[in-house]
Nanobody, 123 residues
Framework: QLQLVESGGGLVQPGGSLRLSCAASGFTLDYYAIGWFRQAPGKEREGVVCINASNVITYYADSLKGRFTISRDIAKNTVYLQMNSLNPEDTANYVC????????????????WGKGTLVTVFS
C-alpha cells in the first residue's frame, strides 16, 4: 500500500527557505500525481501546488508562484517542495497527497495523504 511521509519542516526566520520532502514507500510514484496542501491553525486546508506524472505543474494558489516550487525525483521516489522568501503567513502543517492517473484537478480528493510536517516562520 502506498504510504507518503513528509519531512523537512521546522522553524525558519522570515525571508528564509525550506525544502520539504514527500517520500513514497510501498509503491513507486509512476503514474501518480502528488500535491502539497497546508493547514494553518484555525484555518481551512488549502492546496499549494501539484505535479502530475508528466511533470505538468498546477498551482492551487497563484499567489505562491515565484516563491514555491515543486519537483520530483523518480529515482528517489520523492517529491519536493522548495519554499523561498517565507513569511509568517506561511506557517502551517504541510501535507502531501497523491492519486494515480490524476491530472491534479482532484485537489482535496486525493486518494492517499501523509500526516504532514510543521513549518513555523517566526523571529
Amino acid at each position: 500500500q502506498l504510504q507518503l511521509v513528509e519531512s523537512g519542516g521546522g522553524l525558519v526566520q522570515p525571508g528564509g527557505s525550506l525544502r520539504l520532502s514527500c517520500a513514497a514507500s510501498g509503491f513507486t510514484l509512476d503514474y501518480y500525481a502528488i500535491g502539497w496542501f497546508r493547514q494553518a491553525p484555525g484555518k481551512e486546508r488549502e492546496g499549494v501546488v501539484c505535479i502530475n506524472a508528466s511533470n505538468v505543474i498546477t498551482y492551487y494558489a497563484d499567489s505562491l508562484k515565484g516563491r514555491f516550487t515543486i519537483s520530483r525525483d523518480i529515482a528517489k521516489n520523492t517529491v519536493y517542495l522548495q519554499m523561498n522568501s517565507l513569511n509568517p503567513e506561511d506557517t502551517a502543517n504541510y501535507v502531501c497527497a497523491g492519486a494515480p492517473w490524476s491530472d491534479c484537478s482532484n485537489g482535496d480528493g486525493m486518494d492517499y495523504w501523509g500526516k504532514g510536517t510543521l513549518v513555523t516562520v517566526f523571529s
